[in-house]
């Protein structure tokens, strides 16, 4: 089973950049996907950007689309977020996530199946 540990949350201004980091760590070989969610307060979860990890195809949010990056670094095992023109709506404990099924990477409705603990990302106007 894969761990997944999420870094580099943290406050900005509005406008400012951040980037995240996702080091995966156990069984790594069987991520199909990978992706970042983020659930603000009061809020539901939601995803933000997906990847499949053997493809390097992307998904993202309508919100994100342009602002936001997917990349990962398979000889780091390790998952960033790119995150600029940040907004005070990008507000939210941010989750990496894996799933090893065969499925579509960007179809935020199939949970994935493994997750990180989360980091907060602030973001202030």
């Known amino acids: 089973q894969v761990q997944l540990v999420e870094s580099g949350g943290g406050s900005v201004q509005a406008g400012g950049s951040l980037r995240l980091s996702c080091a995966a760590s156990g069984y790594t070989h069987s991520r199909y996907c990978m992706g970042w969610f983020r659930q603000a307060p009061g809020k539901e979860r939601e995803g933000v950007a997906g990847l499949h990890t053997q493809s390097s195809i992307t998904y993202y949010a309508a919100s994100v689309k342009g602002r936001f990056t997917i990349s990962q670094n398979n000889a780091k095992n390790t998952l960033y977020l790119e995150m600029n023109s940040l907004k005070p709506e990008d507000t939210a404990i941010y989750y990496c996530?894996?799933?090893?099924?065969?499925?579509?990477?960007?179809?935020?409705?199939?949970?994935?199946?493994?997750w990180g603990q989360g980091t907060q990302v602030t973001v202030s106007s």
């Open positions: 996530a894996a799933d090893s099924r065969f499925r579509d990477c960007g179809d935020w409705s199939i949970p994935y199946t493994a």
